[in-house]
């Protein structure tokens, strides 16, 4: 599913290479009936998705206990994805942050299926935003099963989406999913140039603290004095030879 999704908008050549190549590798190993399977099974998603947005392949994924014992893998429960996400999603804060900002942003560094992540396209929803517009979600996972669940959900519900498959303690990114959203709606310039204005304004902001620090120090310790010229240096004498003693004239006038 997910291949399918990225190819359909990701246009650089060695990605679609790349996802292609796998997608066909799977049609091979797996055959038409097979293959016919998950093309229902995707309209199954699509359907299952299609009101109210809910986390859908996560809680099928520990329904059937795929989950990583052994990486110490565990899908956060949805009523405790749905507590934190009205904690922390207040009305006016939406309000405000969208006024403000035109749209609200999530970074998820262990993003999953998007458990933590779909509450909040529910709540934007309930208080009359769109999410495509409103939203949008940089996730990361060092799973890509469970990474390309994320990008299928976040892709069927229309939301505007970055996702890694890589480690967030060690800041690796290893490969990048663009949701359709992201890319058919111009999500990459409209991120670049806000970022573009966080740095004018992060310069600015540091010119002012380091004016501020320098006026701070003059009223503690005065204005800097105007430098004094160097005095100047007496010239060296040359060295003069010795005069000779009386007793060494004597000498010399007896040779």
């Known amino acids: 599913m997910a291949l399918a999704i990225s190819n359909s908008v990701d246009r650089r050549p060695e990605v679609r290479q790349r996802r292609e190549a796998e997608y ?3 049609v091979e190993r797996h055959g ?33 206990e795929l989950g990583s014992n052994h990486a110490g ?3 956060t429960p949805s009523g405790l994805c749905e507590a934190m996400a009205r904690l922390l999603m207040d009305p006016d804060h939406i309000r405000e942050t969208i006024e403000r900002e035109g749209w609200i942003t999530i970074h998820e560094p262990a ?3 998007g458990a933590t992540v779909i ?14 517009r409103h939203l949008h979600v940089v996730g990361i996972d060092v ?27 060690r800041a690796e990114l290893r490969d990048d999913w663009y949701s359709p959203v992201h890319v058919l709606l111009g999500w990459g310039p409209r991120l670049r140039a806000r970022q573009g204005d966080e ?10 603290a380091t004016e501020t620090a320098r006026d701070l120090v003059d009223q503690v310790t005065g204005p800097p004095s105007e430098p004094q010229p160097e005095p100047e240096l007496e010239p060296e004498l040359e060295p003069q030879p010795p005069s000779p003693s009386p007793v060494q004239g004597q000498l010399f006038e007896g040779l």
């Open 199 to 208: 740095d004018a304004q992060a310069m600015a902001a540091l010119i002012e």
């Open 32 to 64: 038409s009936e097979v293959m016919e399977a998950f093309r229902r099974m995707l309209g199954m998603v699509v359907a299952g998705l299609e009101g109210e947005p809910i986390d859908l392949l996560g809680g099928i994924y520990m329904g059937l």
């Open 73 to 75: 893998q565990f899908f």
């Open 111 to 113: 993003i999953g299926g």
């Open 119 to 132: 509450p909040t396209v529910r709540i934007l929803i309930e208080h009359g935003y769109n999410p495509s």
């Open 143 to 169: 799973d890509w099963t469970v990474l390309r669940m994320a990008y299928v959900q976040l892709s069927l519900l229309g939301v505007p989406a970055v996702l890694y498959v890589g480690d967030t303690l």
């Open 24 to 26: 066909m590798e799977i």
